[in-house]
């Protein structure tokens, strides 16, 4: 059955902490524009932190988790990292203290810094909270 309507919402979802991010609505009252914002519910349609996050990126670096067993080997983006759930944020302080570990190569050590201009990462949750173990 043909969906007629010519208008719709929808609400997004955020990239960062997957919740509800904005709310979408067409203004192009056509059965076209209805249809795309209709597609748009319950999907991450932009790397925009939602209100929440943007206010976490403020305060700290958002510590996003994944599992590596369920990752493929050598994703290409972020987006191909099997999420666990997992989701931190950590002060600035505590990511200069990580970088400065002797344990970390360069290459994690750039990653530590980096996060710090990104206001985000991305850890394997069981390296990630042993890190935090160790912290305390
Ligand atoms: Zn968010």
Known sequence: ?????????????????????????????TKKAAKQVAEMHGKVISREPCSK?????????????????????????????????????????????????PEFNEKAKSALLKALEDRVIFLPGEFFRKLIEKED
């Not at 969906?3 to 192009?28: G, P, Q, W």
């Not at 990752?71 to 099997?82: A, F, I, Q, R």
């Not at 666990?84 to 970088?99: C, Q, S």
């Open 1 to 29: 059955m043909a969906n007629d309507k010519t208008f719709e919402v929808a609400l997004t979802k955020c990239y960062f902490c997957s919740e509800d991010a904005d709310i979408v609505i067409n203004r192009r009252l």
């Open 53 to 101: 996050c943007k206010k976490y990126m403020e305060q700290g670096v958002i510590v996003i988790t994944f599992d590596d067993s369920k990752t493929p080997p050598n994703p290409e983006s972020t987006d191909d990292l099997y999420r666990d759930g997992g989701f931190y944020v950590l002060k600035d302080e505590a990511i200069e203290r990580l970088a400065d570990w």
